[in-house]
């Protein structure tokens, strides 16, 4: 099994920024497992932000390219999503997650992820 522990969400004023981090640990984990993180807002699907593999590939969604990046620290097992510029309508529920190393594809859907966070709320205030 795999547990992920994520901390950083809380309240912002609209602009400002935030930084996420998991730490993910258990004897299931692989050290080419990629890392990613998803959010989901009342009454919608949870979406993809962004991805990394353990070489450091990262791939970002549309909607956070620019203002998100994900990182990660693959001695710490760590993974963390700095947020800038945060606006209004990314008050959501932030999710981290681990799966297998494939390809860049897989790593965008929730079906790519076997393990996750128990999720962190993000609020941002206009």
């Known amino acids: 099994q795999v547990q992920l522990e994520v901390s950083g969400g809380g309240v912002v004023q609209s602009g400002h920024s935030l930084r996420l981090s998991c730490v993910a640990s258990?004897?299931?984990?692989?050290?080419?497992?990629?890392m990613g993180w998803f959010r989901q807002a009342p009454g919608k699907e949870r979406e993809f932000l962004a991805g990394?593999?353990?070489?450091?590939?990262?791939d970002h969604a549309d909607s956070v390219e620019g203002r998100f990046t994900i990182s990660r620290n693959n001695a710490k097992n760590t993974v963390y999503l700095q947020m800038d510029s945060l606006k209004p309508e990314d008050t959501a529920v932030y999710y981290c997650?681990?799966?297998?190393?494939?390809?860049?594809?897989?790593?965008?859907?929730?079906?790519?992820?076997?393990?996750w966070g128990q999720g962190t709320q993000v609020t941002v205030s206009s």
């Open positions: 990394i593999t353990s070489g450091g590939t990262s």
């Open positions: 997650a681990v799966g297998r190393r494939s390809n860049v594809a897989t790593m965008r859907t929730t079906a790519g992820y076997y393990a």
């Open positions: 258990g004897r299931s984990l692989r050290s080419n497992d990629n």
